[in-house]
């Protein structure tokens, strides 16, 4: 099965790099940008740096998100004029982690249209290519991480997305071989979206 999308790699390794490039660029230009909900959860990131329990943890911000923000200033301590780049930064590194995640969904539905269809659905299906199949899917990818999403607001939402593909995907993955592992960490998925 993995055979059958390995000459697409190229096209996949062209397409990764220029995601790559225009998240990198997407967060260049907004360093300095910030939003109104980016400050709160900025807020709660150093709440949770000082032990400040009583602020850091409440029912509206999703604790996960502004715990590594507010551990990453703490750590590297940046002057007020580095502080929003750097929280740019991590958001870039959330970018490329759901960039991976993406990939890891869009190797399991490339595995899963190489399977055959039913017999009773044989007659009438027509599949895209692999290749229309893996630009289609990066276009949207990129869509949602820096339009929908956008890159350069400080949310959680890409850490979200991250964790949406790595379900999809380890659900597809499931289809093929449900073993208990595989249920364990679809759980860790979800439970991590969660927070």
């Not at 390995?6 to 096209?11: E, V």
């Not at 230009?29 to 709660?44: E, K, Q």
């Not at 715990?67 to 990453?72: D, E």
């Amino acid at each position: 099965m993995a055979n059958r999308a390995s000459p697409h790699i190229p096209l996949e390794r062209l397409l990764t790099l220029a995601a790559l490039a225009l998240g990198l660029f997407h967060a260049w230009v907004g360093r300095y940008a910030m939003n109104r909900d980016g400050m709160s959860y900025l807020d709660v990131g150093s709440s949770f740096s000082r032990g400040d329990w009583a602020n850091a943890v409440n029912a509206y911000w999703s604790p996960l998100y502004p715990w590594t923000v507010g551990l990453v200033l703490e750590i590297a301590k940046p002057s007020p004029k580095w502080e929003f780049p750097l929280v740019h930064l991590v958001n870039f590194g959330i970018f490329v982690a759901a960039l991976f995640a993406f990939r890891f969904l869009l190797r399991a539905l490339l595995a899963f249209a190489s399977e055959p269809p039913p017999a009773a659905n044989s007659r009438n299906c027509e599949r895209l290519p692999s290749w229309a199949l893996i630009l289609l899917a990066y276009a949207i990818f990129l869509w949602i991480a820096l339009e929908v999403e956008r890159l350069f607001e400080v949310t959680p939402d890409l850490a979200v997305l991250a964790c949406v593909c790595l379900a999809a995907g380890m659900l597809l993955r499931l289809r093929q071989r449900d073993t208990l592992w595989r249920f364990a960490l679809l759980g860790l998925i979800l439970a991590l979206g969660y927070w």
